[in-house]
């Protein structure tokens, strides 16, 4: 792949905003140049100074008044849910019966799960999501399908076959031995496979036997450098079932960890009713929460307690998650909106610098994918979004009135959306540019 180069302005973190630095751990390099090749970023410099040494004819794409942001990462969202995001009216366990199940049986059809992979990357891409840890269906011609688009567009994502064997429609469940057979197929075709990479995906422990549990824990186990996602003390019933299901258990967190599904790259969505036992086995194992603001609100499930979580003399990793399509929009700016939201109500303060450090490198950390992507340095893979602060008339008006960059930024994450991401490049690719002729879409060559 030849060599290209994006200019503007570079959002850099010197280290965790969650730390002692606070605030000071998010810089703004003016005028930069990010310089690529073969889908990896090679240097970063005063554009002026590159300028000068770059290969002639290198093509460039100035972004003058953007601020360039390592693409964001989602670290809890369904994809069948696509369909059906804004039903409205039931709380979670009612919710899935009348809206999710229904849905996620049409993905029985190969054919419709091909659309809506589709659809569903290109949304991803508008709102500058660039990785994203993802729930399929039950069908495993569902992961296939949302794969082979991740492959066609060349994005790093992270997905995988629902697991469910009780309390669900029969034709969305399949059995311990069937679940664990297609879930080793899927990783054996896809993780490892360009950018693609593959979590074992227990829906959630009322929907999963203490067999089909154990039965992931141990396919995890066999497949070191995999995933598992599941779902976590969403609702206050659903805790409460659990515990009928699982008497024995000590808590529906230690369901999973009895099963051998807690520990390094195994996500928690949602976590809005955690004890103090809970974030400490979080802790002590290695295991990250997605918090789901847009769709903890939009179910009246809770406050995730997210400064709690990151207690510093026991932190737990976090990352923020759209949780569509409970969640309510595919842009982490308005899940950023919403976070703050949620901190204030609990009492607490979410700073700008937290807020994108939770969707990008906080989030790469989380995710063990750090190496890889999550921050604007040679090295990484060049999952670049370019942040237009005066993407609509009122966010121009209000922008010009920043006293400097990291207010904009505020600002971006209260009034912003996916109107605000002016283009997304993917290993250097612009995938997505909101203001491209024709179709904004494009493959890669």
């Known amino acids: 792949m030849a060599a290209r180069a994006i200019r503007g302005t570079v959002a850099r973190f010197q280290s965790d905003p969650f730390g002692a ?18 889908g990896l970023i090679v240097s970063v410099g005063p554009a002026e ?14 972004y003058p008044g953007a601020i360039l942001s390592p693409g964001f990462i989602d670290a809890h969202v369904h994809y069948p849910q696509m369909e059906m ?14 809206f999710t199940f229904p849905a996620e049986a049409r993905f029985s059809d190969p054919a419709h799960a ?4 589709g659809r569903f990357l290109r949304e991803l891409l508008r709102a500058g999501t660039t990785t994203a840890a993802v729930y399929c269906t039950v069908h495993p011609h569902s992961v ?26 029969l034709d969305l469940t399949d059995t311990a031995a069937s679940g664990t057979e297609e879930s080793a197929a899927l990783i054996a075709r896809w993780h490892g496979k360009g950018r693609q990479l593959y979590a074992i995906t227990p829906r959630f422990a009322p929907s999963c036997s203490e067999e089909q549990l154990e039965a992931a824990g141990r396919l995890w186990k066999a497949h070191p450098g995999t995933y598992v996602q599941t779902h976590l003390c969403e609702n206050k019933a659903e805790i409460a079932w659990v515990a009928e299901l699982f008497p024995e258990r000590t808590s529906y967190l230690d369901v999973y960890d009895h099963a051998g599904l807690t520990g390094p ?12 036992a809970d974030f400490a086995c979080c802790h002590r194992t290695g ?3 997605a918090h789901c603001p847009t769709s903890n609100l939009f179910l009246g499930s809770g406050l995730f307690r997210l400064f709690e979580a990151k207690r510093a003399d026991r932190p737990v990793q ?30 607490t303060t979410l700073s700008t610098a937290e807020a994108l450090w939770l969707a990008t490198t906080g989030a790469a950390e989380a995710l063990h994918l750090s190496d890889r992507i999550g921050a604007i340095e040679p090295g990484r893979e060049a999952d670049i979004i370019v942040l237009d602060p005066a993407a609509t008339p009122l966010l121009q008006f209000r922008t010009a009135y920043c006293r400097d960059l990291t207010e904009a930024l505020s600002v971006l994450m209260t009034l912003g959306d996916d109107r605000a991401v002016r283009a997304t490049y993917v290993a250097g690719t612009p995938v997505y540019d909101r203001d491209r002729a024709g179709d904004p879409f494009a493959y890669p060559a």
């Open 21 to 38: 630095a606070g605030r000071e751990a998010l810089v703004f390099e003016e005028d930069r140049l990010v310089v690529i090749e073969d």
């Open 49 to 62: 100074a590159v300028l000068a040494s770059l290969p002639p004819g290198t093509p460039v794409d100035h």
């Open 85 to 98: 995001i804004g039903a409205a009216g039931e709380e979670l366990l009612a919710w899935l019966n009348a």
């Open 114 to 117: 091909d659309e809506v992979a």
């Open 144 to 169: 296939d399908a949302f794969f082979a688009e991740s492959e066609r567009f060349g994005t790093r994502m992270i997905a995988g076959k629902v697991l469910m064997d009780r309390n669900a429609p």
């Open 265 to 276: 790259r195994a996500i928690f969505g949602h976590a809005v009713h955690m004890s103090e």
């Open 287 to 289: 295991s990250v929460l």
């Open 318 to 347: 976090v990352a923020l998650g759209t949780d569509l399509g409970a969640g309510t929009s595919f842009s982490q700016l308005q899940t950023m909106n919403e976070a703050y939201k949620v901190a204030k109500l609990g009492g």
